[in-house]
């Protein structure tokens, strides 16, 4: 079985500071990895994901994530946030060999832009 | 493109009363899911299906019950409304499965209370 820790539930930053939202996960068995991204009032959205190759992966809006396999994390960057990515971030995983094809999802964190 | 549209957006129930959530996409998906987000905790998947006239079981599905009638739709029905279901639920859909190779699509999410 997998699981999912993100170790923050909110996150303060300044806007134009660079961002850093945490994920750990726990499997005995190689994973897929993700990040989705929920704005005010709106449903969740694909941010990127990690499927196999390169272990730094570029999504939308210049946010990026690396997954380091030792560490078991795949912390989401983005190198200067502005007031719109104020937003819910949630990682999730599935196992590379679930025949069940649902996620396992983090609690979330809350990017909170301060202007 | 409207995509996936919950009905309703918000609503309050007393305790035993019934209703009836609705899910609307319009991109001719095959698969189709229901979803709650409690504070703290990640999604967790209620029922879903695979095609039109199927449905499944997922992680949480007591007190839940769910039709697909028709391709485009996928009810999500409490039949005696208890305040443990209060919650916010998403609607999903994908054109295979999902979160791979295929995009999940999730709907603007149906805020419940049950007081």
């Known amino acids: 079985a997998q699981s999912v820790t993100q170790l923050d539930s909110q996150v303060p930053v300044f806007e134009e500071a660079p961002v850093e939202l945490r994920c750990n996960y726990s499997?005995?068995?190689?994973?897929?990895l993700f990040w989705y991204v929920q704005y005010p009032n709106q449903g969740l959205q694909l941010l990127l994901k990690y499927l196999s190759g390169s272990t730094l992966v570029k999504g939308i809006n210049g946010f990026e994530a690396e997954f380091n396999k030792s560490q078991t994390s795949f912390h989401l960057r983005k190198p200067s946030v502005h007031i719109s990515d104020t937003a819910e971030y949630f990682c999730?995983?599935?196992?590379?060999?679930?025949?069940?094809?649902?996620?396992?999802w983090g609690a979330g964190t809350k990017l909170i832009i301060k202007p | 493109n409207a995509g996936v549209t919950q009905t309703p957006k918000f609503r309050v129930l007393k305790t035993g009363q019934s209703m009836t959530l609705l899910c609307a996409q319009d991109?001719?998906?095959?698969?189709m899911y229901w979803y709650r987000q409690d504070p703290g905790m990640g999604l967790r998947l209620i029922h879903y299906?695979?095609?039109?006239?199927?449905?499944a079981k997922g992680e949480v599905p007591d007190g839940y019950n769910v039709s697909r009638l028709k391709k485009q739709n996928f009810l999500l029905g409490l039949e005696s409304a208890a305040p443990s279901q209060t919650s916010v639920y998403f609607c999903?859909?994908?054109?295979?499965?999902?979160?791979?190779?295929?995009?999940?699509?999730f709907g603007q999410g149906t805020r419940l209370t049950v007081v």
């Open positions: 991109m001719n998906h095959e698969y």
């Open positions: 299906s695979v095609g039109e006239g199927t449905t």
């Open positions: 999903a859909s994908s054109r295979g499965q999902p979160f791979l190779n295929t995009e999940a699509f």
């Open positions: 999730a995983v599935r196992s590379t060999m679930d025949s069940n094809y649902q996620l396992i």
């Open positions: 499997s005995s068995v190689s994973v897929y």
